[in-house]
């Protein structure tokens, strides 16, 4: 036999060594943990909800209503409110006004049809604030607004007001 011949011989010897299972004598276990934390959340879906009363020629005629709707996603389970603000117009009367030039005309946000649960943000005079609980899907909730009736009408003219929405939760 050669010496070429043998290196091949115990190279081939060592390879199929390296190949063949190993043999163990003992095992170990452990645990792998998984983890996720979902934190409570909501969304205030509807950035910019307009309210419209439409085009109107008198207010001396009785109130006029609109309604607009916003969406809110929370966590389910998650509690939240929806507070609504005095608008730009603020007065002392508990009513929120729009405003065209100088002129102003009164109007109420409602939470329900029948106008009997005010919206708004006053927790001193009684909680105006709608309260709910997410359910982990978009929920819509309804503005009801009002505009009062004027004996003395208004100046023609576009009236606006911009009130903020705010999610708690």
Avoid: E
């Avoid at 009785?62 to 730009?88: E, M, W």
Wanted: glycine letters at 10%; a neutral charge; proline letters at 3%.
């Amino acid at each position: 036999m050669t010496i070429k011949q043998i290196m091949l011989g115990l190279s081939a010897l060592a390879l199929s060594a390296s190949l063949a299972p190993a043999a163990y004598a003992a095992t170990d276990t452990g645990t792998l943990t998984v983890k996720a934390r979902i934190g409570a959340a909501c969304t205030l879906k509807t950035q910019n909800a307009t309210l419209d009363f439409g085009n109107l020629t008198t207010l001396s005629d009785g109130f006029h209503f609109a309604q607009a709707d916003i969406t809110v996603q929370c966590s389910k389970g998650q509690a939240y409110n929806i507070s609504l603000g005095q608008g730009l117009n603020p007065n002392t009367s508990g009513t929120n006004q729009m405003k065209s030039g100088t002129n102003f005309i009164r109007y109420v946000l409602y939470r329900d049809a029948a106008h009997k649960l005010f919206w708004g943000d006053d927790i001193i005079n009684g909680d105006r604030r709608l309260k709910a609980t997410g359910d982990g899907a978009d929920q819509k909730h309804t503005i009801y607004g009002v505009l009062f009736p004027d004996r003395t009408n208004p100046p023609a003219g576009d009236y606006t007001d911009t009130v903020a929405i705010t999610v708690a939760y």
